[in-house]
Every structure is written in structure tokens, then in C-alpha cells.
């Protein structure tokens, strides 16, 4: 017997747009999730083709409920409960600010060479004069 009920910030928790369920209801609740362009409850019921507008924080999502998904899956998984209808170009934007963010800082475990590297790296040097 599948639930008929399923609430909103459940669902969008559920298929991995949110990684809480707080943060989904908080969402919800602060305007930034849409349904037929007007600010949707966190306890809206979630029907099939549903579509709903969502703004999480790092991008802007247009997702149409294909499926209703109770309990939080693998992402492999979620995302057969949904399709993406975000727009290319938000998509596009997304890529870019996504570039935006490198901060310069050296990546873990990649910093200065060891005393053999140096080493290594002197012998080569040498080699090519």
C-alpha cells in the first residue's frame, strides 16, 4: 500500500535537493520554493507533475515531480523522482560562479615538496642545463 500524503520539505529532502529536512522546511517557509509561481508551505502535499521552483544555496532549480519518494535514497537512486526543467542558461550561470569560487589556497596534501622530492626535482633541474 504506497502513502497517498507526502509533505513538500520531505520530498525535496528526499530527492537531495536540501541535505536536512530543516533546511528544507526553512526554505519553504522563507519564500524560496515556488508552486504556480506563489511561495509553497513546507506541508504542501506533493502530487505528480507537480512542478516547483526551488532556490537552494547554490543554484536555482526547476524540478517536476515524477515519482514520490518517502525515505531518502542514494542520489543514483533520487533522481528518478524527478525531472530537471531548470533553464540552460541557469545551468550555465551555475558553472561559472561555480568557477568563481577557487580561493587561490593549495589543495590538501599538495604543498611543499619533501627533502627527496627537492631532491629529485634538483637532479632533473640540473640535468637540463
Known sequence: MEKEKLRLDKYLWSIRLFKTRRLATDAC??????????????????????????????????VKVTGLLHTRLKYEEAIKYYTDLTPAEELEKA???????????????????TKKERRDLDDFMDGEE
Open 29 to 62: 517557509n522563507s519564500g524560496k520554493v515556488k508552486y504556480q509561481e506563489e511561495s509553497a508551505k513546507p506541508g504542501k502535499n506533493v502530487h505528480l507533475g507537480d512542478v516547483y521552483d526551488v532556490r537552494t544555496e547554490g543554484r536555482r532549480w526547476v
Open 95 to 113: 558553472k561559472v560562479q561555480a568557477a568563481s569560487f577557487f580561493s587561490g589556497k593549495r589543495l590538501s596534501k599538495i604543498g611543499r615538496p
